[in-house]
């Protein structure tokens, strides 16, 4: 069983800084696209940022400039850095991976989620 462990989320005042982290741990043979989704209360889940293997990066028009997406392969991590936050990116940040994981000749491909985590920006 594959489980992603988020940590980092908090709260800190407009213009301030966040970084969030995305462990997956459990019988994994390669990860391909990470993301981080965020919901916000009454909103619908939105994509945030998506970083593939190869490390293309995507982003939602929202974020461009402010939020840096990377990861580290060896690690299996995916990271968020958030900067110059507003209080419109109060949400709940979810950590989104899709992973090749199993036993060999018996591999299987699925979405997992992390818990999320809480993102509070003050003005």
């Known amino acids: 069983q594959v489980q992603l462990v988020e940590s980092g989320g908090g709260w800190v005042q407009s213009g301030g800084s966040l970084r969030l982290s995305c462990a997956a741990s459990?019988?994994?043979?390669?990860?391909?696209?990470m993301s981080w989704y965020r919901q916000a209360p009454g909103k619908q889940r939105e994509l945030v940022a998506a970083?593939?293997?190869?490390?293309?990066?995507n982003y939602a028009d929202s974020v461009k400039g402010r939020f840096t997406i990377s990861r580290d392969n060896a690690k299996n991590t995916v990271y968020l850095q958030m900067n110059s936050l507003k209080p419109e990116d109060t949400a709940v940040y979810y950590c989104?991976?899709?992973?090749?994981?199993?036993?060999?000749?018996?591999?299987?491909?699925?979405?997992?989620w992390g818990q999320g985590t809480q993102v509070t920006v003050s003005s």
């Open positions: 989104n991976a899709h992973v090749t994981a199993g036993r060999v000749f018996s591999l299987t491909t699925h979405d997992y």
């Open positions: 459990g019988n994994i043979f390669s990860i391909n696209v």
């Open positions: 970083t593939t293997s190869g490390r293309t990066t």
